[in-house]
């Protein structure tokens, strides 16, 4: 990662002009010169100092969404590490949530009861057995055959069918997953790094207190350290509008890194829907996949490009726009 903003960015970022000759030059009285020698002093994410956040294994994280720009933080850690954040107070105040159980409900208990006469009864029962005992001689006939076999062989097969689900237990254990300063499901955003600062200071309850360095980083944090790298810095409200320009404006560097976050997210947050929408084989990872492909350029660009060409922008753009509208939706802005 950590490769340039897209156009758009750019371009609106760009350093005023130089001023024409015969255009005042600016007065350092006027104050203005003041706000850019300010502007200069401020570290970049570079050149900040990222001993602490190496050290304790957290980063800071700036997401912009519809609703304005926020900092938060987020770690990894394996999933045999963390306690998932509790959603059960979030979902019940989902209203569309709360409405889409309720008609799965319904359509339980709306299922039909046919009562059969006592001839048919006895036909089906008949048929159930006969089902039954022919199920019930291949099972003693399958189990004949594993007898022979551990008999012929030295047990080996049977170990290590029998260490497999531990060892898939494992690696799935050892894995290591996304932790958000979260809270009852809520992702905890912040509109100044001095808020920030301030919430994790204060002691409240939140996810990411269950890691082992969080206390560390209660003591010795300082606003100044709130400076996110580039490639922790995600742009989740450019994301639809530049899915509507079609597949020639498509920024590969703003689109990829927002399918990262988001994933995050909907992991940490346990978003199940934004999961399958962005899952292996759904149409935007096959957009994911085909933006990584033409960024990397070579014959695997060229690829790349002749796959983009044929995934729909509007879809894409409806699918995203439902993503964001998802996460914002999660989103507890602080102060």
């Given at each position: 990662m ?11 970022r ?18 203005t010169l003041?706000?850019?020698e300010e502007d200069?002093e401020?570290p970049?994410?570079r ?11 957290i ?18 850690r394996?999933a045999?590490?963390?306690t ?25 208990d ?14 089906f029962?008949?048929?159930d057995?006969e ?10 006939r ?17 170990a ?13 254990g ?7 300063l ?20 204060s ?5 990411m ?5 969080w206390n560390e980083l209660?003591?010795?944090v300082?606003?100044a ?29 703003l689109?990829?890194?927002?399918g ?5 997210i909907a992991?940490?947050?346990?978003l ?9 084989g759904s149409s935007?990872d ?18 790349g ?7 729909g ?16 939706a999660?989103?507890?802005w602080?102060?």
């Amino acid at each position: 990662m950590g490769s340039p903003k897209h156009t758009e960015v750019s371009v609106a970022r760009q350093s005023p002009q130089r001023p024409d000759a015969d255009e005042p030059e600016l007065d350092e009285t006027d104050g203005t010169l003041d706000e850019v020698e300010e502007d200069a002093e401020r570290p970049s994410a570079r050149e900040a100092d990222r001993a602490l956040w190496d050290e304790l294994r957290i980063d800071p994280v700036e997401i912009a969404l519809p609703a304005g720009t926020g900092f938060t933080l987020r770690a990894y850690r394996p999933a045999r590490e963390l306690t998932p954040t509790d959603v059960a107070e979030r979902d019940q105040d989902d209203p569309f949530l709360a409405r889409r159980q309720a008609v799965e409900t319904d359509d339980e208990d709306d299922d039909e009861v046919v009562i059969l006469d006592e001839e048919l009864a006895a036909e089906f029962a008949e048929a159930d057995a006969e089902e039954a005992e022919e199920a019930d001689g291949k099972s003693r006939r399958r189990k004949k055959a594993a007898a022979d076999d551990t008999a012929d062989g030295d047990g080996d097969a049977d170990a290590e069918a029998t260490e497999e689900p531990d060892e898939d237990e494992d690696e799935a254990g050892d894995e290591e997953v996304p932790v958000f300063l979260s809270h009852r499901g809520k992702l905890l955003l912040f509109k100044t790094p001095e808020s920030l600062v301030s919430f994790v200071r204060s002691g409240a309850p939140n996810d990411m207190s269950q890691l082992d360095s969080w206390n560390e980083l209660s003591e010795r944090v300082e606003p100044a350290d709130i400076v996110p790298l580039d490639e922790d810095t995600y742009e989740l409200d450019l994301v639809v509008e530049n899915l509507r320009g079609g597949h020639d404006t498509w920024d590969s560097t703003l689109l990829i890194e927002a399918g990262e976050v988001a994933r995050d997210i909907a992991y940490a947050l346990r978003l199940p829907a934004v999961l399958d929408m962005l899952s292996a084989g759904s149409s935007l990872d096959d957009l994911d996949e085909a933006l990584r492909a033409t960024a990397n350029g070579g014959i695997g660009g060229f690829l790349g490009r002749r796959r983009l060409k044929k995934i729909g922008a509007q879809t894409a753009s409806l699918g995203w726009r439902t993503i964001v509208g998802k996460i914002s939706a999660v989103v507890d802005w602080r102060d």
